[in-house]
């Protein structure tokens, strides 16, 4: 089995910076894309950001240009740095990752993590 384990949520005031972490264990044979996905109350979750093995990053449009998603040296952890943020960015913040885990498999599976709240006041 896979685990996401987040950590670094928490209460920031509007304008603030919050750096995000997420670790990757268990079965883990290759990563090929981790990312971070929101979801607020009463909305759809949607993409925060993403990146591949390579190092190739997607931001949502909602936060390009405020947010940084980068990975460790091994790549089974992965950061996203907030900044300037905004009350309308308050949301469970979840990890999500699509890794293989075993040879022969014809697709990686798709993991989430248990979320992290963060809440911006204003």
């Known amino acids: 089995q896979v685990q996401l384990v987040e950590s670094g949520g928490g209460l920031v005031q509007a304008g603030g910076s919050l750096k995000l972490s997420c670790a990757a264990s268990?079965?883990?044979?290759?990563?090929?894309?981790m990312g971070w996905y929101r979801q607020a109350p009463g909305n759809q979750r949607e993409l925060v950001a993403t990146?591949?093995?390579?190092?190739?990053?997607n931001y949502g449009d909602s936060v390009k240009g405020r947010v940084t998603i980068s990975r460790d040296g091994d790549g089974n952890t992965v950061y996203l740095k907030m900044n300037s943020l905004k009350p309308e960015d308050t949301a469970v913040y979840y990890c999500?990752?699509?890794?293989?885990?075993?040879?022969?498999?014809?697709?990686?599976?798709?993991?989430w993590g248990q979320g992290t709240q963060v809440p911006v006041s204003s």
């Open positions: 268990g079965s883990i044979l290759y990563i090929v894309k």
């Open positions: 999500a990752a699509d890794i293989s885990t075993a040879y022969g498999l014809a697709s990686p599976e798709h993991f």
């Open positions: 990146i591949t093995s390579s190092r190739s990053t």
